[in-house]
């Protein structure tokens, strides 16, 4: 189960990072991971694309169901994965877990369970949405350009200081 204490510590770690693209992939459920790393960067994904879904799509229900899946993959997420994840895999986690807890009603806490999921033991295939895997990208760094670069200020101590 992820903790909030997890998740703060990974957000204190880490940092942020920008710009998706669009590739199609498959779900966490049927792929083997061979690291944690792995694992975190797999969950990474998954957490950014539902966010992705969840911020474009205008059905109540599937938003809920989304919401809902990203709870679920939090909880699939291991503690001792945070020691071995890279930066922008943990961005990812703790931005996502962020953005949903503004929707659970339980805030950071989670989602209410209802009463299919206490009786399945919060596990209903049926409430998965497949949704794309987004990529994250980041932007090409550039030099500013004349119009971007500040104004030459002024001393302050010219105007203090006569010589």
């Given at each position: 189960?992820?903790?909030?204490?997890?998740?703060?510590?990974?957000?204190?770690?880490?940092?942020?990072?920008?710009?998706?693209?669009?590739p199609?992939?498959?779900?966490?459920?049927?792929?083997?991971?061979s690291?944690?790393?792995?694992?975190?960067?797999?969950?990474?994904?998954?957490?950014?694309?539902?966010?992705?879904?969840h911020?474009?799509?205008?059905?109540q229900?599937?938003?809920r169901?989304?919401?809902?899946?990203?709870?679920?993959?939090?909880q699939?997420?291991?503690?001792?994965?945070?020691?071995?994840?890279?930066?922008?895999?943990?961005?990812?986690?703790?931005a996502?877990?962020c953005y949903?807890s503004?929707?659970?009603?339980?805030?950071?806490?989670?989602?209410?369970?209802?009463?299919?999921?206490?009786?399945?033991?919060?596990?209903?295939?049926?409430?998965?949405?497949?949704?794309p895997?987004?990529e994250?990208?980041?932007?090409?760094a550039r030099s500013p350009?004349?119009d971007?670069?500040?104004?030459?200020r002024?001393?302050p101590?010219?105007?203090?200081i006569?010589?």
């Open positions: 189960m992820t903790s909030p204490r997890l998740v703060l510590r990974l957000a204190c770690v880490r940092r942020f990072l920008l710009a998706p693209t669009f199609h992939c498959q779900s966490r459920a049927s792929t083997a991971f690291s944690d790393a792995a694992l975190c960067r797999q969950t990474a994904k998954v957490l950014y694309s539902l966010e992705r879904f911020r474009q799509n205008s059905s229900n599937e938003r169901k989304v919401e809902r899946q990203a709870w679920r993959e939090l699939k997420l291991p503690d001792a994965v945070a020691d071995s994840a890279s930066i922008h895999d943990v961005t990812d986690i703790v996502a877990w949903f503004r929707f659970w009603a339980l805030g950071m806490h989670g989602p209410e369970e209802t009463a299919d999921e206490k009786q399945k033991g919060g596990l209903l295939e049926r409430n998965y949405i497949d949704v895997l987004v994250r990208r980041a932007p090409k350009t004349v971007e670069a500040p104004p030459p002024a001393n101590l010219d105007e203090v006569e010589f």
